[in-house]
């Protein structure tokens, strides 16, 4: 029999993930969802999906897997209707960034027998199923919080479903899961925004900051573009280890200020070593939460066909870029001209090509 695939939100996430299904898994059928229907026209046009329903109708009996892929606080009403189209061999699951409130409702409800909470921890500023690709998904973390009633079988099953769409499942308790994520991906999107919204509300009248912010502040500000329904409905399902958090948090903030207050040298010193030797020892393969760049920053002299002629040179001896882009501001590295490449080595061999033709090369 025909496997089928049910997604309740067709999103940035769940549409990634129905790609990926259609890559790997060509012959499965896969209905679909989403109050927007804009989105399952498109999905439908691209044959990413094979049904667009208008409710949650009986298309979505016999399914396999039910993904529920909207924002998380609709996620928990979703599961009445959903409950409706279980079987013993479905396996029920979502893609939220928060799993307390939803393990919650599963429980109550009685459906723990059919639910694997799921979370790629993969994702972009950018939201909306137009925004969606099959490879946001490959080699990322993938985090599985069973419920307590769920079969082994099922969590082997849906730990070998992920392994076959190239992310990399994790297997973690769902209270865990919240206060992991609320530190090490909500708390740095709440410092972002507040980040950005101080510098707007500090700036001088000529935006001076805005307009001189450097690649450090736009760096660590990336993040404020994303969706402000997504991160409004996160904090508030999030709400109590978030609050935790940032309590910490603004501790740790309050002893970096008395560092400074004191003047105190090696206090300082400290706090920027142990936080440089500790975000080197994260993991930069492209599994990690933080993938590492290989980049190259150049000075060009600023006249047309600079960037031409550095192009040409490194395509004459194929390497591949990435990325290209002029960078506005000239920081530590003093560098104009930013160039990416896919590997190591490939930056390696273009930054020798570049000096050898007498462009001065920060690597970094």
Same mark, same amino acid.
């Given at each position: ?9 067709l999103g940035l996430i769940g549409g990634s993930i129905a790609r990926a299904i259609r ?24 044959? %990413? ?130 206060? %992991? ?146 960078v506005h501001n000239r920081e530590f590295e003093e560098g104009v001209l930013r160039i ?25």
């Open positions: 029999m025909r496997q089928k695939i049910g997604f309740i939100g890559q790997y898994f060509p012959d499965y059928e896969i209905v679909a969802f989403d109050k927007n229907k804009e989105t399952l026209a498109l999905a439908t046009q691209e044959s %990413v999906i094979d049904v667009a329903a208008t409710t949650i109708d009986d298309n979505f009996h016999h399914c396999s897997y039910i993904f529920l892929c909207a924002p998380v606080s609709y996620n928990t009403a979703y599961l009445k209707q959903a409950a409706g189209y279980l079987h013993d061999d479905c396996i029920l699951t979502d893609v939220g960034s928060v799993k307390t409130n939803i393990h919650r409702e599963v429980e109550a409800l009685g459906l723990e027998p059919y639910f694997i909470g799921g979370h790629p921890m993969a994702g972009s500023e950018k939201n909306g199923y137009v925004n969606s690709k099959a490879m946001l998904i490959e080699n990322a973390y993938y985090v599985l919080t069973p419920a307590r009633g769920t079969a082994r079988e099922k969590v082997d099953r849906y730990v070998k479903f992920v392994q076959a769409l190239r992310a990399i499942p994790v297997l973690l308790d769902y209270r865990e899961h919240d206060y %992991v994520t609320g530190t090490i991906s909500h708390l740095p999107h709440i410092i972002a925004a507040s980040l950005v919204n101080f510098v707007r509300d500090t700036d001088t009248k000529e935006e001076l900051m805005k307009n001189l912010a450097a690649g450090g502040f736009k760096d660590i500000t990336r993040i404020a573009s994303s969706s402000p329904t997504m991160w409004q409905h996160i904090c508030l399902k999030n709400k109590g280890y978030i609050s935790q958090i940032l309590g910490e948090y603004i501790q740790a903030l309050g002893r970096a200020k008395d560092l400074i207050d004191r003047e105190d040298e090696q206090g300082i010193y400290n706090l920027f070593d142990s936080s440089r030797n500790y975000r080197n020892s994260i993991p930069s393969s492209s599994a990690g939460p933080i993938k590492k760049a290989y980049e190259v920053y150049c000075d060009i002299i600023d006249e047309a066909g600079g960037i031409a002629a550095i192009a040409t040179i490194l395509a004459s001896n194929n390497l591949n870029l990435k990325n290209i882009g002029i990416e490449f896919y590997d190591e080595s490939s930056s390696k061999r273009a930054a020798e090509l570049l000096q050898k033709f007498r462009y001065i090369v920060y690597e970094r």
